[in-house]
């Protein structure tokens, strides 16, 4: 099993909506990097623990836990031109762009961007330093830190 950071913009997909979504699952479109779609792509696979980091408002923060609960297949919305997402140069016998199914594990106490870059025992998290990625890496050491530690505290 293996550890990611999800990114996603809470007033476009958030912790909730992933919550309340049927069967409380949804598949991860709209990934537009080369080095993201090649984690979904090649590296994200069943099982593995997702951590939903809030991105792009007032307080970034890590806010739940998800699984994948498909492994990666094209992104349709590659395909369809009405979609933000369309993508004129991908074709379905040759898609550019993939996506996984994950589903709601744990809502978790936020823990916030400026908590992760003040904490001296988390050192790999690429958050830290290559902010900007989509899907990232995360060690076990930290997921686990993060998840038990943080939300423990206060």
Not at 37 to 42: I, K, Q, T
Not at 59 to 78: F, L, N, R
Not at 110 to 116: D, F, G, H, N, Y
Request: overall charge negative; charged content about 30%.
């Amino acid at each position: 099993m293996a550890y990611w950071l999800f990114k996603t913009e809470p007033d476009v997909f958030s912790i909730d909506d992933l919550k309340n979504a049927q069967e409380q699952s949804t598949f991860w479109e709209g990934v537009r990097n080369y080095q993201a779609r090649n984690f979904l792509r090649d590296d994200v696979k069943l099982g593995d623990q997702i951590f939903i980091y809030h991105s792009s408002c007032k307080v970034p923060a890590i806010v739940g836990i998800a699984e994948v609960t498909k492994e990666a297949h094209p992104d349709p919305h590659q395909f369809d031109p009405s979609s933000d997402y369309f993508d004129e140069k991908s074709k379905p016998d040759s898609p550019k762009w993939f996506g996984v199914t994950v589903q709601f594990r744990e809502k978790l106490r936020p823990i916030s961007l400026k908590q992760i870059k003040a904490d001296p025992r988390i050192i790999d998290l690429p958050l830290k330093k290559a902010g900007r990625l989509s899907i990232m890496p995360v060690t076990e050491e930290e997921f686990l830190f993060l998840k038990h530690y943080h939300n423990s505290e206060q």
